[in-house]
């Protein structure tokens, strides 16, 4: 059989994946195109998009105001090393959006992002300790890769690496503790608090919502020891609020990390925060010691920012965040209605805009309690909703876009209801 010539060459990329998202062969699609909340396949499946490019589509695909803001920038040039008229404009939207914002430096990806925001602020504190939480997904750099999914759980604080390739000296600069306890972090951090630069911290960690008073535990913990607060709002940035977790839960950082939906899905992130920090980074200020090097060719791309700039305002004039909370309350609702009549112990966790369904009873908190669920379940049954062309990432974030309706939500609870059927019927669960 001939192949399509877009799949022909796809052996030349290793894995055939762009980087560790890689769906089972039997499910596995190769994209032709995304229109609003869809993606066709290249052979010739219509399916509901609940992944979103990993979340930046926030308004879908191919919207026609961030279409043409492409179009327009792109006749105008692309990139040009120098500043130009359109990244100062998205940086004054971000700054009457996001509370920490008083200041805006862009790159190129999320990863950049809290890999800059830790560098800011060693600098800015003169210390080198980091400390993360177990399970929290910073992006892929050496300082991030630690304590993400440790098979046996970390001995806390010691800081395991997730890939290989990251040396052991960086490892030594990272201590791992448990989202949600505050009591353990503050013990953790007690004995070295004099070296601590930064706690970086997933508001929402993947799908875990904070207990009342871990974010502002954290700040008070920071505020104390004079370490930085640095928010990943990579995922929550204008999703949970217009202003972020940051809004929504009523904790201002020192720094946040911001991707995805800036880019309008182009590559673009950014770091916001305190000016005093970000200053830093200004050619030629007085030496100190404290200069921080922040460069990247693209950084403040012009057609990304445009791209970013026309989907904060869609955004904004929708009051995206609610739209969310709409569409995602009556997904996790319709689940959990299908799990009810199926006796099967389904948990939506999370925020209705990146619900996680979940198999498994009691609360879910933190990583080891999330990881005790039932993961084997979880990953059939996205297999199985995308063998019902329901596109979702198995075993993970269910993201929703101001372009879904309630005829999809439909749609996918019906597949639902079959999937967890099936994952039943195979004794997936009890
Ligand atoms: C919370 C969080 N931080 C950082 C990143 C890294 O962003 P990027 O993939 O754009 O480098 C991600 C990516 O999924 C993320 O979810």
Redesign the pocket.
């Known amino acids: 059989m001939m192949k399509h010539p877009a799949t022909a060459h796809v052996d030349l990329i290793p894995g055939n994946c762009f980087?560790t998202f890689k769906l089972p062969d039997e499910v596995a699609f190769v994209t032709d195109r995304g229109e609003g909340s869809n993606l066709w396949t290249t052979d010739g499946r219509r399916l509901i998009d609940f992944v979103l490019g990993?979340?930046p589509m926030m308004i879908g695909h191919g919207h026609p105001r961030v279409v043409s803001a492409i179009q327009e920038q792109a006749a105008r040039g692309t990139t040009f090393y120098a500043m130009n008229d359109v990244a100062p404009r998205l940086a004054a939207r971000i700054a009457d959006m996001v509370p920490c914002a008083e200041a805006v430096k862009f790159v190129g990806?999320?990863?950049?992002?809290?890999f800059y925001s830790l560098r800011l602020a060693r600098a800015f504190t003169g210390r080198d300790l980091v400390l993360k939480f177990e399970g929290?997904?910073?992006?892929?750099h050496d300082y991030?890769l630690h304590g993400l999914n440790p098979e046996h759980g970390t001995n806390y604080p010691v800081a395991r690496p997730d890939s290989a390739g990251i040396p052991g000296a960086v490892s030594s600069t990272i201590l791992v503790a448990p989202y949600n306890d505050l009591e353990t972090t503050t013990q953790l951090i007690e004995p070295v608090a004099d070296r601590l630069a930064a706690i970086i911290v997933?508001p929402v960690q993947r799908s875990l919502l904070p207990r009342p008073q871990f974010l502002a535990g954290l700040r008070g913990l920071c505020s104390r020891t004079g370490a930085l607060l640095v928010f990943?709002?990579?995922?929550?940035g204008f999703r949970l609020a217009l202003g972020g977790a940051q809004e929504a839960f009523g904790v201002e950082p020192d720094l946040c990390?911001l991707?995805?939906v800036i880019g309008g899905g182009l590559?673009l992130?950014a770091v916001a925060g305190r000016r005093d920090i970000l200053e830093l980074t200004i050619p030629g200020r007085p030496e100190d010691g404290r200069s921080v090097y922040m460069s990247g060719t693209l950084n403040g791309n012009a057609i990304a920012a445009a791209a970013g700039l026309a989907t904060l305002d869609v955004i904004a004039e929708e009051n995206g965040p609610a739209r969310l909370v709409e569409i995602g309350s009556a997904l996790a609702r319709g689940f959990e209605d299908c799990a009810y009549r199926l006796s099967v112990p389904l948990q939506m966790i999370g925020p209705p805009a990146f619900a996680d369904p979940v198999f498994g009873d009691g609360e879910i908190y933190d990583h080891r309690s999330y990881t005790a669920t039932n993961r084997a379940a979880a990953k059939q049954f996205g297999i199985e909703l995308l063998k019902r062309d329901i596109f979702v990432h198995p075993a993970s974030k269910i993201y929703i876009s101001t372009a879904h309706n309630y005829d999809q939500v439909e749609v996918a609870c019906k597949a639902a209801y079959e999937a967890m059927g099936s994952i039943r019927d195979r004794g997936l669960v009890e």
């Open positions: 980087g990993s979340g990806d999320g990863a950049q992002a809290t929290a997904y910073h992006g892929h991030a997933e990943d709002e990579v995922v929550t990390a991707g995805k590559p992130a």
